[in-house]
């Protein structure tokens, strides 16, 4: 299994409070996700990254920032949670492509109350 | 912009049966194509890819898929299924310079 891991794995915060979620990678992978899960709308992306510092926006960014520091770390922040926000978060890796295999990490369920 | 089609929500299959996930993409531009496999409380990982040459593919746990580029289909099938092939499947399409897209997913459940 690829080294990726997410935290928190589970949060519950309320509306209007800033929220940030974390990737962690030991792959050494130039590209990072993060894609959020719904019922009904599979997988989308929020934003990503292709290097320290480079990122960009994804389908529904909205609501969303991102950085990346580091190469091994991914963040993204919801400035002020709001309950649209309530989703599963996944984070992936690819190595020096869009098109190489992405790589998965576990999870974090995240409930905006 | 780009976009996929995963015909069916839910495929309800009994087991030892062949199943067949359907997968349209909208593109009119090379492509490359991917399913997913997501098994119950875990993240995505790999099934097969299809990047160029040869239009089969063949994936990991006895699943194949055949890129159709005039149907612009990649449908993901096996010949036989077991309980544990229970799980969501992704169909992902990646093209020109946007990111990869992913279909809303099908459902396969394998009835004993």
């Known amino acids: 299994d690829a080294g990726i891991t997410q935290s928190p794995r589970h949060k519950v915060t309320e509306t209007g409070t800033p929220v940030t979620l974390r990737c962690h990678q030991t792959?050494?992978?130039?590209?990072m996700y993060w894609y959020r899960q719904d019922p009904g709308h599979g997988l989308r992306l929020i934003h990503y990254?292709?290097?320290?510092?480079?990122?960009d926006k994804g389908e529904v960014s909205d609501g969303y920032s991102v950085s990346r520091s580091k190469t091994e770390d991914f963040l993204l922040t919801l400035e002020s949670a709001t309950s649209s926000q309530t989703s599963v978060y996944f984070c992936?890796?690819?190595?020096?492509?869009?098109?190489?295999?992405?790589?998965f990490g576990p999870g974090t369920r995240l409930t905006v109350l | 912009a780009q976009s996929v089609t995963q015909l069916d929500s839910q495929v309800p299959v009994f087991e030892e049966a062949p199943v067949e996930l359907r997968c349209n993409y909208s593109?009119?531009?090379?492509?490359?194509l991917f399913w997913y496999v997501q098994y119950p409380n875990q993240g995505l990982q790999l099934l097969l890819k299809?990047?160029?040459?040869?239009?089969l593919v063949k994936g990991i746990n006895g699943f194949e898929a055949e890129f159709n580029k005039s149907q612009t289909s990649f449908h993901l099938r096996k010949p036989s299924v077991h309980i544990s092939d229970t799980a969501e499947y992704f169909c992902?399409?990646?093209?020109?310079?946007?990111?990869?897209?992913f279909g809303k997913g099908t459902r396969l459940s394998v009835i004993a």
């Open positions: 992936a890796i690819s190595a020096a492509s869009r098109t190489d295999t992405q790589y």
């Open positions: 792959e050494n992978h130039r590209y």
């Open positions: 990254s292709y290097g320290v510092k480079d990122t």
């Open positions: 593109s009119s531009v090379s492509v490359y």
């Open positions: 299809y990047l160029s040459g040869s239009t």
């Open positions: 992902a399409v990646f093209s020109g310079n946007t990111p990869l897209v």
